[in-house]
């Protein structure tokens, strides 16, 4: 379970616990350690998530990147707000062929209808292997 703010919005709260981030998160195999508006954390496996050489999937960085950046927003939107995601990139600096990655997520700018964050993927040893930026657009429910 999750390190979950106080304060987080009840229904939030209820959809993380019970969907786990979502069928793609958990088909990742993604942990989620520590979760708020301004700082998340979340771990990947390698393994299960490779392309046809071995090597950790580019997309897969992104989603989980996408992962912490979307839950961090919806966190930050609060009580009957959503997160919708409107941009998002990549940049793949190391590769990666075994153990688990760590994605590391910091909140750049949140607005009252922005939200963007930045998610650091380093390794086992703290090497960076790619950084993901979303910008998520809160609406209403």
């Known amino acids: 379970m999750p390190k979950l703010p106080d304060d987080i919005d009840p229904v939030i709260r209820e959809i993380i616990m019970r969907t786990n981030g979502g069928e793609l998160s958990v088909k990742m195999g993604i942990e989620f350690i520590e979760l708020s508006a301004e700082y998340s ?3 990947m ?4 998530n490779t392309q046809v050489i071995g090597l950790l999937h580019g997309g897969a960085h992104v989603v ?3 992962s912490l950046g979307s839950v961090s927003s919806a966190i930050h939107a609060g009580k009957g707000r959503y997160a919708v995601g409107i941009e998002i990139n990549a940049t ?3 590769s990666v062929t075994s153990g688990w990655v760590t ?3 910091r909140a750049l700018s949140l607005g009252r209808s922005l939200a963007t964050h930045e998610i650091v993927m380093t ?3 703290g090497r960076r292997l790619s950084t993901v930026r979303i910008t998520n657009f809160l609406k209403d429910r």
């Open 103 to 105: 994605g590391t997520c």
């Open 92 to 94: 793949h600096s190391r």
């Open 64 to 66: 989980l990147g996408e």
């Open 41 to 43: 954390v979340a771990r």
């Open 123 to 125: 390794d086992e040893d």
């Open 45 to 48: 496996p390698v393994e299960g």
